[in-house]
């Protein structure tokens, strides 16, 4: 329906606005995707465009109502404002040539999360989940700068701005809704973990869907197509398989899972080995320092802890299958480790 330019702590991005025929709810795509602000990035990717956003929506409609709902190339201002091109009908946005491919590095597919709502945890701060923070680092790792091979016989690279999207859907407290995920926050304080505090309620333990997500990943041209890079797939960055199986039983092409590694297990690791190594102060500050500059959401680029929060996470890797590569650090309360 819309997309506007918004510039974060991590660097510009695209908000689009999406409305669908299956829920009365606005979804969310944020797009990274700099290059298309910019004429001097040295090797260029396919754009991350909506089909949908740069259709024609009627035959009278003007150059000004296409520039409002974000219909535009380069980025606006009071002396440029051109409206994109309509894309062919019944065809995705046109992949790279052959020519081009010749002559073409490299270039790492788009890394992408679908990502749930999450008012608790990215409005206020609760320590309760990990949303707010898993939110900021794939907005971080999405826009870290890409190093590119070139394939001139000189042995040279080149870096070029990151891309990807976050595909972010209203679907609170793992699709139970806001009430009733405040509900079972009172059953966790009385002893049950999430999953049993949603089944008590008379809720599944995770009623999210992603076909609408998948919808979206479709119109923005990733993780598949009709040729080109779009039909190689995306990078997903995810620790729960069944997200994995949700999305490729949709359509996406997965290339990769790409795990969330938590923020404060990365400074436990590196005070572990800052010990052995007998640097620890040194390490264990600028590691910590590292992880709390600015960033998304309340949160922001700290690391979460809490009690509350490895129980959450224990409960994720031990109930509901999620992984990640590497040992689970202990601690006083629990088992804990990192996933989506």
């Not at 907005?139 to 972010?168: E, F």
């Not at 129980?311 to 006083?332: A, D, Q």
Request: aromatic content about 4%; charged content about 20%.
């Amino acid at each position: 329906m819309a997309r506007t330019r918004v510039p974060t702590p991590h660097g510009p991005v695209f908000l689009h606005i999406y409305r669908n025929n299956q829920d009365n709810k606005e979804h969310l795509a944020i797009v990274v995707d700099p290059a298309q602000l910019s004429d001097d990035v040295p090797i260029r990717a396919s754009p991350i465009r909506s089909q949908s956003l740069d259709a024609v929506w009627s035959s009278d409609e003007s150059e000004l109502d296409r520039l409002v709902r974000g219909a535009y190339l380069g980025r606006l201002s009071p002396e440029i404002h051109t409206p994109s091109t309509p894309p062919p009908k019944n065809q995705n946005q046109n992949p790279p040539s052959s020519s081009q491919n010749q002559n073409r590095p490299d270039i790492p597919l788009p890394l992408v999360r679908i990502h749930s709502e999450c008012f608790t945890g990215e409005t206020i701060g609760s320590l309760r989940c990990d949303c707010g923070e898993q939110l900021d680092e794939a907005l971080r790792l999405i826009s870290q700068p890409l190093t590119v091979p070139l394939h001139d016989g000189s042995n040279s690279v080149a870096t070029i701005p990151g891309r990807g999207a976050v595909i972010y859907m209203r679907q609170e407290g793992r699709g139970i809704g806001l009430l009733s995920k405040i509900r079972a926050y009172n059953l966790q304080d009385m002893g049950h973990d999430t999953v049993t505090a949603n089944l008590l309620l008379g809720h599944k333990a995770d009623e999210r869907g992603y076909e609408i997500a998948c919808a979206i990943l479709q119109d923005l041209g990733l993780g598949g197509g009709a040729g080109g890079e779009r039909s190689q797939g995306i990078r997903l960055l995810t620790n729960n398989p069944d997200k994995v199986h949700a999305l490729e039983e949709n359509g996406v092409k997965i290339s990769e899972r790409v795990p969330m590694v938590p923020r404060s297990w990365t400074c436990r690791q590196h005070d572990a080995s800052s010990s052995v190594s007998g640097t620890e102060e040194h390490s264990s500050d600028a590691t910590r320092a590292s992880v709390r500059s600015a960033g998304a959401t309340l949160i922001g680029a700290g690391a979460t802890e809490s009690p509350e929060l490895e129980k959450y996470l224990h409960t994720k890797v031990t109930r509901m299958g999620h992984i990640l590569p590497g040992s689970i650090p202990e601690s006083s309360e629990s088992p804990v480790s990192w996933m989506s």
